[in-house]
Structure formats: structure tokens, C-alpha cells
């Protein structure tokens, strides 16, 4: 996996824009293919374990 480095400096300009530094922190781009194999087998990995956590939690609620 590469790793993404981002200056930690921001401008005159970027703080007058009225976005905080959260807000630009999610509209980063992001260097992942989507088409790679393990990406796929990643996401269903990830979306297997929260259907487990969503059925956990509905089952805890139920309760």
C-alpha cells in the first residue's frame, strides 16, 4: 500500500475560504483502484463484518 503524505501548512487563502480543516480532510482524493482484485476483497470483507455488527446490534436492541 503507498501511503499519502499532505503538507500540514495551509494558506492565507484556504482559511478565508470559510472551510474548516475537517471539511478538507474528506474531500481528499484518494490513489486506490478500484478495479484491482483486492480491493474487492477487501470491500466485501468489510462489508461482511458490519452485516455482522448490524445483526448484533439489532439483535441487542430487540432485547
Known amino acids: 500500500m503507498s501511503e499519502r503524505q499532505s503538507s500540514g501548512a495551509t494558506s492565507v487563502k484556504d482559511k478565508k475560504s470559510g472551510e ?3 471539511q478538507k480532510k474528506v474531500q481528499e482524493d484518494f490513489d486506490i483502484d478500484m478495479e484491482a482484485p483486492e480491493t474487492e476483497r477487501a470491500a ?3 462489508q461482511s463484518q458490519f452485516r455482522k455488527f448490524q445483526k448484533k446490534k439489532q439483535g441487542a436492541d430487540d432485547s
Open 20 to 22: 474548516s480543516d475537517d
Open 44 to 46: 466485501v470483507a468489510i
